[in-house]
């Protein structure tokens, strides 16, 4: 039998690493990497600051999860820029509660160490950490985040995520910004998975969607023109998977709390409204599926720490939540009943028809927030 893939990466990647200062005892392929083979590395010897352990992510043309899905290998090169840039860029958040308080820092992981000819890197590791929504789903997490941890969550990423935008825009960052405005491939396959997508949920979903085809079809050709916007504060570079690892104790007291924001591969130069559109709609799902209130609560803070500079862009913010809801929402196996599918697609939809329309008297609820300083 054939070794697996993952076998002969290993043995390179320690034979790559072995007369380095990040040299590993034993390397442990982490679940969830469906772009990258990802492991965790064991150091042979600690780091000066005490780090014991490093993740490694390694590239090919395709995804770890699908040899089948040919993707270039180059998307490492702007997570390589990115994080060499944002050298650990952070901001930080102070929950107050009644009984203790503690400061939510959210950062993205270090960049140790980049080898081009190998599409390897070795990065800082948030041990014992899960990504935000399985964290939430958890059986020790799910009945137990308060309202108040909640919302100081949403607030400490929507506060980082207000200052990435930001960041991007100082005349010093103009070199990388450069950079990644090269990432051509991974802009059009964002756009192409969501937007591209949508016309094929149509016909899955056509008593459902059928009366909105015309109106999908104007929104595909919209996104299509606002990758190419550029000059207004609601275009610049964008994460692009705005993903976030929480490590398990965090519901515990302490003093510090430290979020990573991670897989930069898609980082490039976008409509900042979709990165907001994403997380938003991952968090709801949260309730949608799972009866788990602290998605909603999460958005509340998350639009307490984003300010959203006007009312197309909180209207381009829905779309791109109904597009996630569509065509990912609809599509996740295991998460809920064929009727909360349903439910999940025909709100999908009247989010893009409403906000195409600029309703902004339709919205309520969790999304209000989006409108509340405009």
Not at 1 to 16: G, H, Q, V
Not at 108 to 126: G, I, M, Q, Y
Not at 164 to 172: A, P, S, V
Not at 300 to 312: D, S, W
């Amino acid at each position: 039998m054939d070794a697996k893939p993952e076998d002969s990466f290993k043995l390179n990647i320690t034979r790559e690493l072995e007369h380095t200062r990040y040299a590993c005892s034993s390397l442990t392929r982490l679940s969830g990497g469906t772009v990258n083979f990802v492991f965790r590395g064991l150091l042979s010897r600690p780091l000066e600051d005490g780090t014991k352990s490093v993740i490694i992510k390694h590239s090919e043309g395709y995804a770890a999860a699908n040899r089948n899905l040919e993707l270039t290998a180059e998307r490492c090169l702007f997570e390589e820029a990115s994080l060499k840039a944002l050298n650990g860029l952070t901001s930080t958040v102070a929950m107050k509660g009644q009984s203790e308080s503690r400061a939510i820092t959210v950062k993205p992981p270090r960049l140790f160490t980049f080898h081009s000819d190998t599409n390897t890197a070795v990065l800082e590791d948030l041990p014992d950490s899960l990504d935000l929504k399985t964290f939430c789903i958890s059986s020790a997490a799910s009945t137990t985040i308060s309202q108040e941890w909640a919302v100081s969550i949403g607030k400490a990423l929507g506060t980082w995520l207000w200052a990435f935008h930001r960041w991007t825009d100082e005349k010093d960052q103009a070199d990388v910004v450069a950079e990644l405005e090269k990432n051509h491939a991974m802009r059009n396959l964002k756009l192409s998975v969501n937007y591209g997508s949508l016309a094929a949920r149509v016909d899955q979903y056509p008593a459902l969607l059928g009366e909105a085809r015309e109106v999908f079809e104007q929104v595909r050709l919209a996104a299509a023109a606002e990758v190419e916007k550029k000059g207004e504060v609601e275009y610049g570079i964008i994460h692009g998977d705005f993903c976030v690892l929480v490590p398990q104790w965090a519901l515990d007291p302490s003093p510090q709390t430290s979020l990573f924001v991670v897989d930069w591969e898609l980082c490039h130069f976008g409509p900042r409204a979709w990165d907001l559109g994403q997380m938003l709609a991952e968090l709801y799902m949260l309730k949608h599926f799972r009866g788990i209130d602290a998605g909603p609560w999460m958005i509340e803070g998350f639009l307490e720490g984003y300010q959203v500079p006007n009312e197309a862009f909180a209207f381009w913010v829905l779309i791109h939540v109904g597009v996630h809801f569509i065509t990912f929402g609809s599509m996740i196996r295991g998460w809920g009943t064929p009727e909360q599918v349903a439910d999940l697609v025909h709100l999908g939809r009247d989010l893009i028809v409403k906000a195409w329309e600029k309703d902004r008297g339709w919205f309520s609820g969790v999304w209000k927030h989006l409108f509340k300083d405009l």
